[in-house]
């Protein structure tokens, strides 16, 4: 389906989403407005005031702590002082939380602030959601019955858009510098991931991806379908599913005009995209697609939601609960995440 277009402000502010506030994104929230102040002016933060204020002063290191101004609405933004990190109260904490432990307070906690997120980019109010990482084990403790940010942001929207989710279809894309993967399954079991190989969903990927960068200005991507089988399949020799269920989804992407092609060998595809063969890999599943990605910039890798009515990035890392309340965590990947939402919120 077409996305539906908003009619924003004339300036409308990114939303960036706590996370699980017993993990790094507070602290990394904290510190990217540290290395970057410039950010300031344009991002809200939905999150929990207090705990914002505790990150604040655990990556203050000597200097002045970050302030923390709480404000009652995104249209706010434009009264806090210079140098102050701006935040709307977007849930409620019973009690303390402690660093690095599962809990359900935390957990809705953190689905509450992906919520007020979400409500604001689907009403038109914010111009991209930037969200922090947040922990499935905390949200199923929470009774979130979807497994993470992907999934719980398109049953919010198709609510929002009153379709069906069925009729929102998403997918998530993980990048860093030289490579860019989009997955055909997510969250689901191995077992579930091949079941999910079918020639529709493989087809409807390759759609997916291809007006996504068509969006971000470029006319006709090179799209390399992965095969599924060691050798994508070898003719058959190694299982049939290349041949006879990827391969015809890449010939329909074909006669539909795209320039998708494969289904290329799994062990060599990502290493010849970063080499400049193509601008995107579609993997058939989530380990597929992530590990190399990871390997490559987990420093500074980006997780975006294709699919969705509004732009969506994230950190490519998880929670990180073994290092929380350290000050240790790395803010690249959140700030690459950041500036990935401002530049194709603007081409959007």
């Known amino acids: 389906m077409n996305r539906p277009t908003f009619h924003r402000p004339a300036f409308s502010p990114v939303v960036l989403t706590m996370g699980d506030p017993a993990g790094i994104g507070p602290e990394i929230i904290a510190k990217a407005f540290r290395e970057r102040p410039g950010l300031l002016g344009q991002i809200v933060v939905a999150g929990d005031v207090d705990i914002l204020r505790r990150a604040a002063r ?5 200097s ?5 101004a709480e404000i009652a609405d995104l249209a706010d933004l434009a009264a806090v002082p210079p140098g102050c990190m701006a935040v709307v109260q977007a849930c409620r904490l019973a009690r303390s939380v ?14 509450d602030c992906i919520e007020w997120a979400a409500r604001a980019a689907l009403e038109g109010r914010a111009r991209a959601v930037v969200t922090a990482p947040i922990h499935k ?12 940010h992907t999934e719980l942001l ?4 198709a609510t929002h858009l009153g379709v069906a989710v069925s009729a929102l279809p998403v997918r998530m894309m993980l990048s860093c510098p030289g490579l860019s993967t989009v997955l055909v399954s997510i969250h689901v079991s191995l077992r579930q991931a091949l079941d999910a190989v079918t020639t529709e969903q493989v087809l409807q990927t390759i759609r997916i991806t291809h007006a996504h960068f068509q969006r971000s200005g470029l006319a006709q991507p090179r799209i390399a379908v992965a095969g599924l089988n060691p050798h994508a399949g070898e003719g058959g020799l190694f299982g049939l599913e290349d041949r006879d269920v990827i391969a015809p989804a890449i010939e329909r992407a074909r006669q539909d005009g795209m320039d998708a092609s494969g289904p290329h060998a799994p062990d060599t595809v990502f290493m010849r995209a970063r080499q400049g063969g193509f601008d995107v890999v579609v993997a058939m599943y989530h380990d597929q697609g992530l590990i190399p990605v990871k390997l490559l910039g987990l420093d500074d890798g980006v997780n975006t939601t294709l699919g969705l009515p509004f732009v969506r990035t994230s950190p490519d890392h998880g ?12 803010a690249s990947s959140l700030l690459a995440a950041i500036d990935a939402a401002l530049a194709t919120a603007v081409t959007s």
């Open 58 to 62: 655990l990556v203050e290191a000597g």
């Open 64 to 68: 002045a702590p970050l302030m923390v």
């Open 98 to 111: 402690e660093f690095g432990h599962v809990s359900a307070h935390a957990g809705r906690a953190a689905a």
């Open 137 to 148: 084990e905390a949200l199923a403790a929470a009774g979130v019955e979807h497994p993470g």
């Open 154 to 157: 398109q049953a919010l929207s």
């Open 319 to 330: 929670t990180a609960f073994d290092i929380a309340g350290t000050g240790r965590a790395s």
